[in-house]
């Protein structure tokens, strides 16, 4: 929800300035230059791209507004779910593990985690992180390149909505000076009728500009960078995964791996070494 704060301090300043200064909101309100604009900017987008990509955009618009943040929390029940796992693959032999990779959302260890559980794209990057290692089909040593490659798609395929979103930003001061040229051209025709006519139409006119600049970059584009900060963030807990697995499949022990993870985070979402080292020594054994 702090985005919509945002955009509420946007457009309450914007507002607010322009009301103090003795200007009267109403006379901003031109419907034809919210058309020219509004239409013209979903004409791009539907333009440049792809089908998936339109709807991958409502998607993390809507992600963005719900906040779209990885706490620490959320780290520590991955470090949890992951020593779980590890430890259990040790002592029971990896096969112990084909259980709860091919049914993940019947397994007692993944069920245990809803910040993990809930996410299908997490669980389906562990399983698959941990499937070759169970099947034995690919050395220790070359799964970390195997993941890289993994996550270079994702990272790739969830920037998309942010290009269109910066693609629609970058025109819309442009699409404003189109709708205000448009507005010029009916000023034009409108000379004959008055002063008051006149100044009506040039006003609706420089609108058109207003709106175009102000919807740039007080909005899409700071929309675009929230979003794309959001599949960094997505990139981060991947790759906290892609860390402790690819240690885990070169030999180290459960509690190692976990430390190797844990170290790749940020400080701001990274458990201390003690604590973490003490939740997990007092959980009870894996099944």
């Known amino acids: 929800m702090i985005l919509l704060f945002g955009f509420l301090i946007v457009f309450g300043s914007a507002m ?3 009301m103090y200064a003795g200007g009267n909101p109403v006379v901003l309100v031109h419907i034809s230059e919210f058309i020219v604009i509004g239409g013209i900017a979903a004409g791009i987008m539907v ?10 955009v409502v998607v993390k618009i809507k992600g963005a507004i719900a906040g779209g943040h990885t706490g620490k929390d959320e780290y520590m029940e991955l470090l949890k779910l992951l020593y779980e796992i590890f430890l259990l693959g040790r002592r029971s032999g990896l096969i112990a593990l084909e259980g709860h990779i091919l049914e993940p959302e019947k397994s007692t260890i993944f069920t245990k985690y809803h910040s993990f559980i809930h996410h299908p794209e997490r669980v389906e990057f562990l399983c698959n992180g941990l499937r070759p290692v169970v099947d034995g089909k690919i050395k220790p040593d070359q799964l970390e390149a195997l993941l890289e490659v993994e996550l270079d798609a ?10 269109i979103l910066q693609l629609v930003g970058d025109s819309l001061p442009g699409v404003g000076i189109v709708a205000a040229v448009l507005g010029i051209i009916n000023t034009m025709k409108a000379i004959s009728e ?3 006519a006149v100044g009506e139409k040039v006003a609706a006119a420089l609108t058109g500009t207003f709106i175009g600049v102000f919807a740039a970059y007080g909005f899409v584009n700071p929309l675009a960078a929230r979003i794309k900060h959001n599949n960094e963030n997505d990139d981060k807990y991947f790759r906290c995964i892609l860390q402790a697995v690819s240690g885990f499949a070169k030999g180290l022990a459960p509690l190692m791996a976990v430390e190797v993870a844990r170290r790749s985070l940020e400080s701001t979402v990274q458990p201390g070494s003690d604590e973490l080292e003490a939740i997990l020594k007092g959980m009870p054994p894996a099944r």
């Open 16 to 18: 607010g300035g322009f």
């Open 47 to 56: 333009i440049a791209s792809p089908t998936h990509v339109l709807k991958d």
């Open 154 to 163: 994702k990272y790739s395929e969830a920037d998309g909505p942010v290009h």
């Open 194 to 196: 008055g002063p008051e």
